[in-house]
Structures are given as structure tokens and as C-alpha cells.
């Protein structure tokens, strides 16, 4: 079993749609959270951190459950530049960052 | 803006060249990585420093080898390139400590003949 699993995709959505993707971590001891944007044939890039109080960015809304181990990314009206996949990373102190397989979205016009 | 950068951004190589890839970083982060990651596919740790002369071997078994003589730069040598070197080579950097974030360099797509 991975440490870290993603929704497998790809999710296709209409533009203006609302899309959430769900991740899970095994290690119990993952002390930090994030969802990271991957564009085609480019690097990574941070999207936000994730908090267990949940925390808001725009359209983007990301939700911690440290009891169930899992995580949420929620996208509202979403827009053409959405499209990418969306990584999963979680983070123990004094180890490396773990990445989930990633969960690609394609919003369609 | 993460000031993590990668050269050269293409290139391409005939089989048995040796190559190195360059990546330094201006943040001050103590912690480097390289990761290799094929298209559509997920990204594979390769080699990673905690710091000045610190390099360890990641998840994904490589042919590669790495050197840390200053916190800036974190190279990457491959001794001999083969076709199936071919691939993204993405370097990262952060600072040691909880909720610390992870910064990606452009990457290097490399092409062996």
C-alpha cells in the first residue's frame, strides 16, 4: 500500500463546476500537509498548505481530517486554467516530503 | 517566487557522455533533493542533502551521483549517459523543520541518443 493515495483519475469537468479530490496518508506521524499544481511537463508548485482547521485561498478550499488520515482539496467554479494534476504531500519532521501519485483535472469549455 | 534554478533547461547527449546537472538555490535552505520523473508518471526521489558534504541515496535506485560543497549548489553527475537515463530531472530545496515548504527548480529534460 502506497503512504500516500490519491483519487485516481482523470477527473474532465465542465468549466464552472465545483471538483474535489481526496487523498489519504498512512503514517501517523505526518505532521505537515500540501497540495501542490503540476502543469504538463513543468515542476511542481505549492498550492497551499493544508491546516487541520481547514484553510481557504480564493477558489481553493483544503481540509485536514488527522483522525481519518485524509485530505480534501475543494475548487469551486473552476476555471480552463485548472487543468493539471494536483499532488497530495505530506511531511514527518526530519524525513522527506512524500508524494501521492497525483489526480489529473481537465476543465472543459 | 522560489529562487531555485536548473541548467541547462533541454539537453540533449549522445550514449556514454558524462553530464552534470546544475542546480543552486539563493534561499539558504539547508535541505536539497533531486527527483526524476517520467511524463505522466510520479516523481521518484534520487538523491537528497541535509547539508554541506551530507548526500544520501532516495527511494529510486540511480545511476547518478550527487556532491554538496557549498548550501547553494547541489549538482548532479552522470558518468556515462544511456537511453535509459532519459527522463526529467526536477532539483527542490527547503529548510529542515515542521511545516516547511518544498520549492521546485524548472527542471531538465534529458535526452540520451
Known amino acids: 500500500r502506497k503512504e500516500v493515495e490519491q483519487d485516481p483519475g482523470p477527473f474532465n469537468v465542465p468549466e464552472g463546476a465545483t471538483v474535489a479530490f481526496n487523498c489519504t496518508y498512512s503514517?501517523?506521524?505526518?505532521?505537515?500537509f500540501f497540495w501542490y499544481r503540476q502543469d504538463c511537463r513543468k515542476e511542481p508548485k505549492l498550492l497551499m498548505s493544508?491546516?487541520?482547521s481547514g484553510n481557504e485561498d480564493g477558489r481553493f478550499t483544503a481540509q485536514l481530517n488527522r483522525a481519518s488520515q485524509y485530505i480534501s482539496l475543494l475548487i469551486r467554479d473552476s476555471k480552463l486554467s485548472d487543468s493539471a494534476t494536483y499532488l497530495c504531500?505530506?511531511?514527518?519532521?526530519?524525513?522527506?516530503?512524500?508524494f501521492g501519485p497525483g489526480t489529473r483535472l481537465s476543465v472543459l469549455p | 517566487e522560489a529562487d531555485i534554478y536548473q541548467t541547462p533547461r533541454y539537453l540533449v547527449i549522445g550514449t556514454g557522455k558524462k553530464i552534470t546537472l546544475e542546480c543552486s538555490q539563493t534561499m539558504g535552505h539547508d535541505k536539497m533533493y533531486w527527483y526524476q520523473q517520467d511524463p505522466g508518471m510520479e516523481l521518484h526521489l534520487i538523491h537528497y542533502?541535509?547539508?554541506?558534504?551530507?548526500?544520501e541515496k532516495g527511494d529510486l535506485s540511480s545511476e547518478s551521483t550527487v556532491s554538496r560543497i557549498r548550501t547553494e549548489h547541489f549538482p548532479l553527475t552522470l558518468e556515462s549517459a544511456r537511453p535509459s537515463h532519459t527522463s526529467q530531472y526536477l532539483c527542490?530545496?527547503?529548510?529542515?523543520?515542521?511545516?516547511?515548504?518544498?520549492?521546485f527548480g524548472s527542471g531538465t529534460q534529458l535526452s540520451v541518443l
Open positions: 493544508v491546516y487541520s
Open positions: 503514517n501517523s506521524a505526518s505532521q505537515s
Open positions: 504531500v505530506v511531511n514527518v519532521y526530519g524525513q522527506n516530503f512524500v
Open positions: 542533502s541535509y547539508g554541506v558534504n551530507s548526500t
Open positions: 527542490a530545496s527547503s529548510f529542515q523543520g515542521s511545516n516547511e515548504k518544498l520549492f
